[in-house]
């Protein structure tokens, strides 16, 4: 069974950049599209980002566009998301999450077509 890992989220200053992966085993990362989400205190999770498995198009909220970026590297069973010119309403949880439907797949972001999922890794933004 796929299991994913994120890494070690941290406190960054307004502006600032961070980088997290999502690491899989029991299973190659290949076959699944991967999303992002995240759930600030107080609010819904909601997607951020995905990468398809099938040709490697990414999608994103608007909120990030542009300052975000999702990657994956498929030899190393990893997948990242680059996030620059962080602003305090990104702090949040952040989760990475499986799917192989042809949702997943595609731009909408949705929880539901996400199967396997991280325990989640806490992102701060503030000075």
């Known amino acids: 069974q796929l299991q994913l890992v994120e890494s070690e989220g941290g406190l960054v200053q307004p502006g600032g950049s961070l980088r997290l992966s999502c690491a899989a085993s029991?299973?190659?990362?290949?076959?699944?599209?991967i999303g992002w989400f995240r759930q600030a205190p107080g609010k819904e999770r909601e997607g951020v980002s995905s990468?398809?498995?099938?040709?490697?198009?990414?999608y994103y909220t608007d909120s990030v566009r542009g300052r975000f970026t999702v990657s994956r590297d498929n030899a190393k069973n990893l997948v990242y998301l680059q996030m620059n010119s962080l602003k305090p309403e990104d702090t949040a949880v952040y989760y990475c999450?499986?799917?192989?439907?042809?949702?997943?797949?595609?731009?909408?972001?949705?929880?539901?077509?996400?199967?396997?999922w991280g325990q989640g890794t806490q992102v701060t933004v503030s000075s």
């Open positions: 999450a499986a799917g192989t439907s042809w949702g997943a797949q595609g731009p909408s972001l949705a929880e539901y077509e996400f199967d396997y």
């Open positions: 029991g299973s190659a990362l290949s076959y699944y599209a």
């Open positions: 990468i398809s498995s099938v040709d490697g198009s990414t």
